[in-house]
């Protein structure tokens, strides 16, 4: 009986540090809402409303294919043991969790952006844009949707026209913020 008391002990020693999981994206989102120091947006799509009624149908559908945007921003950069820590721990949880690289680019040697996708390259269900730069902070953006099409998103960056852009994110603001808040 006791040889059965110490296998239980010790399988249950090993599951308890077994469950103390590795660090994912969701979970760096969850833990960074306990922490004071970052500023943290989230967006339904279905904020955008009545600011989808500039845009033609094939740029309604390109935005409609997005559920929700997260966004997590540190912007200390008098913490630069921190943010080097951070940009460490979410480059490992990036790479460990299959995210694909879709685009990186670094600028004069002083910041650097990179998004990754994960699902297939044309019907992408999680995009995250990750970027920093060591004398300002960094931001940790995801975005989630359904079949969304990089293309189609890079055609719609291309021919909205400034006018058009700030229409969509003027109505945004007021649908987010309120008409008195602008």
Do not use: W
Not at 118 to 128: H, K, M, N, P, Y
Request: net charge negative; charged share 25%.
């Amino acid at each position: 009986m006791r040889i059965f008391s110490a296998l239980s002990a010790l399988l249950l020693l090993i599951s308890m540090t077994s469950c103390e999981s590795e660090m994912t994206l969701q979970r760096y989102f969850y833990e960074a809402h306990e922490n004071n120091e970052f500023m943290i947006i989230e967006l339904p799509a279905s904020l955008l409303g009545s600011s989808l009624n500039e845009l033609s149908e094939k740029q309604r559908e390109t935005v409609a294919s997005v559920r929700k945007v997260s966004a997590l921003i540190y912007r200390d950069s008098t913490k630069s043991d921190f943010l080097k820590q951070q940009r460490k721990i979410i480059n490992e949880f990036l790479n460990r969790d299959g995210f694909e690289p879709l685009f990186a680019a670094r600028m004069n040697d002083e910041a650097q952006v990179s998004i990754q996708v994960q699902g297939a390259i044309d019907q992408i269900d999680e995009a995250v844009f990750f970027g920093y730069a060591d004398d300002q902070g960094f931001i940790l953006a995801r975005v989630l949707g359904d079949k969304m099409n990089p293309a189609a998103f890079m055609e719609l960056a291309t021919t909205l026209e400034e006018s058009e852009f700030e229409a969509l994110t003027q109505g945004l603001l007021k649908d987010v913020l309120g008409e008195e808040e602008l």
